[in-house]
């Protein structure tokens, strides 16, 4: 009995949770949708839940968005479908009749109803479908360990001058890399972040570890100056300072966001060997730099760049070395590297790379 009653809940959390990611979720919804306006009765589970397993959808949940047709919305649905069949036909609506909401009505409409059910199913399943999958996203719990890492930073820079607290704010909001970085895992350990700006990566990793050893330098004393302020509540110590002579501590993680094409090749490739060198076993050194090889992408993201280099009155262009370039730099380290190729909101092309400093080995 024990076996049957374990198999059976089993069953029931695969069925339950499986295709649960946004886009099979909105996919289950929207199909569930569509199959519950087309007039099949009868069969419109049976339809549901065999498609839910042929595409390898959620099949609670398909089944479940049948229940469109309800005895509430049955009336509208079928108006609706007669109303969209008659425009399809005729290319106009038929005048409303409240005798239109009933079964018998819609009878002598069949055809009519058929026809339209289709794009009514199609629109409802679309729209269904599309905030499914947003709530879905927004609801994960992975989103939901962001958005309070978000919520952190953005209390941490509570008080500090408005325009710098809208940056902070902006740039939590809009760009992706936080999202990465929560998900890869921010690890344990002392954090240097070199070219911290305002300290947003700091406190991001801060959060949930009270107490966590936070460093970093900047060129730029008055992002310097609110990051010292904001980070006062922390273990923090934010400098100004050059990211090329910064004496690095041991640490669990290091970061370099968008610093490293400030700098010459040999400066980029001496300063990841000191980082490399700096990183305690088990520890991660993540940083980003532009994706030289994504064709358009790439080129605007360079202009960008060159961009801000120009407004910031940055002595020297842009620099960024090919990938492989610095995978080798890691690699030589003795570090095992991970890259990811992402694009932000702006269509600008990034790639993260992630390297780790295999845990010491245990003697036997
Ligand atoms: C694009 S911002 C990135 C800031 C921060 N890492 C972030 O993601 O918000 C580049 C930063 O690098 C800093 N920077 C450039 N060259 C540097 C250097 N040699 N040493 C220290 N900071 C530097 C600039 O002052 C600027 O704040």
Not at 219 to 237: M, N, S
Not at 283 to 294: Q, Y
Not at 351 to 362: G, K, M, N, Q, S
């Amino acid at each position: 009995m024990k076996a049957i009653n374990g198999t059976i809940k089993k069953l029931a959390a695969t069925l339950c949770t499986e295709g649960l990611e946004p886009l099979p979720a909105g996919l289950a919804v929207g199909l569930g949708l569509f199959i519950g306006v087309v007039p099949i009765y009868g069969l419109q589970s049976v339809a549901a839940i065999g498609l839910a397993i042929l595409l390898g959808l959620n099949k609670p949940l398909t089944f479940a968005a049948t229940f469109i047709n309800n005895p509430f919305l049955q009336p509208f649905l079928v108006l609706g479908s007669i109303e969209c069949g008659s425009v399809l036909r005729t290319g106009a609506f038929l005048p409303l009749r409240l005798s239109g909401f009933t079964m018998a009505a819609a009878r002598g409409d069949l055809l009519l109803w058929a026809i339209g059910s289709v794009p009514l199913g199609a629109a409802a399943g679309v729209a269904g479908g599309a905030i499914a999958a947003i709530a879905v996203a927004w609801l994960r719990p992975c989103r939901r360990n962001l958005r309070a890492r978000i919520r952190f930073v953005n209390g941490v820079f509570a008080s500090a001058p408005n325009f710098d607290r809208g940056f902070v704010r902006w740039k939590m909001r809009l760009d992706r890399i936080f999202a990465l970085l929560d998900a890869e895992g921010l690890g344990a350990g002392a954090v240097v972040d070199l070219g911290c700006g305002y300290g947003m990566a700091l406190c991001f990793a801060a959060f949930g570890q009270e107490g966590r050893p936070l460093a970093g330098c900047d060129l730029d004393a008055k992002r310097i100056g609110v990051a010292q302020k904001a980070l006062a509540g922390c273990d923090a110590k934010v400098e100004v300072g050059d990211v090329r002579r910064y004496p690095l501590p041991p640490a669990g993680l290091i970061l370099i966001l968008d610093v490293l094409q400030y700098l010459s090749a040999e400066e980029q490739l001496a300063l990841i060997g000191r980082c490399c060198a700096a990183l305690e076993p088990g520890g991660k050194f993540v940083f980003r730099v532009h994706d030289r090889e994504r064709g358009l992408r790439s080129a605007m993201t360079m202009l960008f760049d060159r961009l801000i280099f120009r407004i910031g009155n940055a002595p020297s262009r842009p620099l960024v070395l090919a990938s492989a370039a610095y995978r080798e730099a890691l690699e030589a380290a003795g570090m095992r590297v991970r890259t990811r190729r992402f694009r932000n909101l702006l269509p600008l092309a990034h790639i993260l790379f992630v390297a780790e400093r295999p845990p010491l080995e245990r003697a036997p």
